[in-house]
């Protein structure tokens, strides 16, 4: 082979040795930037966009874990009354005409609201939640006068 090989390129003008020289200098380094270059190049790329994305990702959990942390920090007192009358007196004293208020335990109370304004309402909500009273469940259905119709159940903090 190495003889066939030698008598093949002793046949070959200097040029045409040059040339060929040339050739497989070039083709070795397609083949080094096809073959190592650009698949490591490309798998860097790609361990970088991953590991932004786990950073962002362990931001936000980290993020929720502390505000976890802080309601926990944050238990509002025991309530003085059962969950119907606190309800009762924070919503005359933001202004809201309960349409039916029942007490089902000294913990829970379903309620209804027949015209409530979005803003309003959901500020009144996030007090109540401050307070350690909570949405079970809650249907706000859409007036035809931009007001809500709300009814939902409440529970209290101690009893969740």
Known sequence: MTAAFKLWWTGLSLREQRMMLVMVALLAITILWLGIIRPVDNALSSAREHHGRAVVQNAQVAAKVEAVRDLR???PPALDADVATAIGQSASEVGFVLGK???Q??????LSIASARPTAF?????????RGIFPETLRARANSDRTLNIEGVFRGRAAQ
């Not at 335990?105 to 379903?110: I, M, N």
């Open 73 to 75: 920090r944050t238990v």
């Open 105 to 110: 335990g000294r913990d829970k109370a379903s």
């Open 101 to 103: 208020i029942e007490a």
């Open 122 to 130: 959901f500020g009144w909500l996030q007090d109540l939640e401050r």
